[in-house]
């Protein structure tokens, strides 16, 4: 919704600093309507490229910024992976360890270069083995890491 919103405004931004740039007239059009308001002809006449520049490069920044947030969001199957890897993150901080395993093969079937849930699969393997972080300061327990 924010890439739209971006993109939204970046659009009415180029279509006005180009109204200011090379037709003023349109320009003028729009200030018959609201003259007291916002406009007054020789002011739009004398500082239109003051008006016009600022806007121009205010909508590229829009335009730039909303066509980047579209690239981000993923569709498909892939957005399909990005909540699985939440919830794997989330079973891994909750210490459901077989979860997020389970979680992490599964996203590695469709996706066997994704390098979160490789990461996150080895650090699940490794917690597995290690068991909980708690007990690693438990003395009673030992310390695996300790000869």
């Given at each position: 919704m924010e890439a739209v919103v971006k993109l939204l405004a970046g659009l009415v931004m180029l279509a006005v600093s180009l109204s200011y740039l090379y037709r003023?007239?349109?320009?003028?059009?729009?200030?018959?309507?609201?003259?007291?308001?916002?406009?007054?002809?020789?002011?739009?006449?004398?500082?239109?490229?003051?008006?016009?520049?600022?806007?121009?490069?205010?909508s590229i920044v829009f335009l730039y910024s909303g066509m980047a947030n579209l690239?981000?969001?993923?569709?498909?199957?892939?957005?399909?992976?990005?909540?699985?890897?939440?919830?794997?993150?989330r079973a891994f901080y909750t210490r459901r360890y077989a979860d997020a395993e389970r979680l992490c093969r599964g996203i590695l079937q469709l996706h066997p270069r994704d390098p979160h849930a490789g990461f996150l699969l080895r650090q699940?393997?490794?917690?597995?083995?290690?068991?909980?972080?708690?007990?690693?300061?438990?003395?009673?327990?030992?310390?695996?890491?300790r000869p």
């Open positions: 003023p007239s349109y320009i003028l059009k729009v200030n018959e309507l609201a003259r007291g308001v916002l406009f007054n002809d020789a002011y739009v006449l004398h500082y239109r490229r003051r008006w016009g520049m600022p806007l121009f490069v205010a690239k981000v969001q993923p569709t498909g199957p892939e957005a399909a992976s990005y909540g699985e890897m939440d919830e794997a993150y699940t393997l490794k917690a597995k083995e290690e068991g909980d972080p708690k007990d690693l300061l438990d003395p009673s327990k030992g310390n695996p890491h």
